[in-house]
T-cell receptor, first 114, second 110 residues
C-alpha cells in the first residue's frame, strides 16, 4: 500500500506569510507525529496525534505553530507569520496501533523563508 | 530533559565492519531505535531495542545496555549504498515519542 505522503514537497515563502503543510499517513495508522529537521541536524519532535487528539504538543516552538488532524487521517501543520528560523524540513510520521516502535516517515516538506 | 550523543562522522571501507555508538540521558526510557537517512530522503527504521542485548537483522545489529545508557549500531559487510546518516532515538512514554540524536554521517569508500 501507499506510504506516508506530504505536500508540498517544497515551499518558498516570504517572512511574515502563513504556510500550511499537509500530511497523509498510512491508512489505518492511528498515531501521527510531526518533526522538524534543520540542515545537518537531528529531528526535533513537534507534536503527536492519537486519532484526532493531540495529547502531546510539547515540541511546538511557539504559538505561531499549530496543527490539526481530521478523520483520523490527514494532518495539517500551520505556521503563522513565518520567520527565517522556521526554514527547515518538516517531516511527518505515522505508526500503526499494533506497533510501538516503528514510525514510517514521509518525504518531508522543505520550507524556505526568505 | 533528554540528550543523546553520537559521533558526527565515521568513514569505513567497503566490506568492513563499523560500529556507531550512542549514549543517552533521559527519563521515562522505553527503548532505543536506529534510523537511516540518505541525503534528501526520509528516515527509515532499522532496529529497536527495549531490553539489554543484541538484536540482529541481516547485516545490521543493534545493542543496548540500559544500565550504561548506551547502545550501538553495527553494520557488517559494508556496501556503498550504506553511505547515509544514522540516528539513534530514544522512546519515551506510551506514545512512543522519539527524541533523536544529531546523527552520524557514514561514508563508505572503496
Amino acid at each position: 500500500g501507499a506510504g506516508v505522503s506530504q505536500s508540498p514537497s517544497n515551499k518558498v515563502t516570504e517572512k511574515g506569510k502563513d504556510v500550511e503543510l499537509r500530511c497523509d499517513p498510512i491508512s489505518g495508522h492511528t498515531a501521527l507525529y510531526w518533526y522538524r529537521q534543520r540542515l545537518g541536524q537531528g529531528l526535533e519532535f513537534l507534536i503527536y496525534f492519537q486519532g484526532n487528539s493531540a495529547p502531546d504538543k510539547s515540541g511546538l516552538p511557539s504559538d505561531r505553530f499549530s496543527a490539526e488532524r481530521t478523520g483520523e487521517s490527514v494532518s495539517t501543520l500551520t505556521i503563522q507569520r513565518t520567520q527565517q528560523e522556521d526554514s527547515a524540513v518538516y517531516l511527518c510520521a505515522s505508526r500503526g496501533q499494533g506497533s510501538y516502535n516503528e514510525q514510517f516517515f514521509g518525504p518531508g516538506t522543505r520550507l524556505t523563508v526568505l | 530533559g533528554q540528550s543523546l550523543e553520537q559521533p558526527s562522522e565515521v568513514t569505513a571501507v567497503e566490506g568492513a565492519i563499523v560500529q556507531i555508538n550512542c549514549t543517552y540521558q533521559t527519563s521515562g526510557f522505553y527503548g532505543l531505535s536506529w534510523y537511516q537517512q540518505h541525503d534528501g530522503g526520509a528516515p527509515t527504521f532499522l532496529s529497536y531495542n527495549a531490553l539489554d542485548g543484541l538484536e540482529e537483522t541481516g547485516r545490521f545489529s543493534s545493542f543496548l545496555s540500559r544500565s550504561d545508557s548506551y547502545g550501538y549500531l553495527l553494520l557488517q559487510e559494508l556496501q556503498m549504498k550504506d553511505s547515509a546518516s544514522y540516528f539513534c532515538a530514544v522512546h519515551t512514554g506510551t506514545a512512543s515519542k522519539l527524541t533523536f540524536g544529531t546523527g552520524t554521517r557514514l561514508q563508505v569508500t572503496l
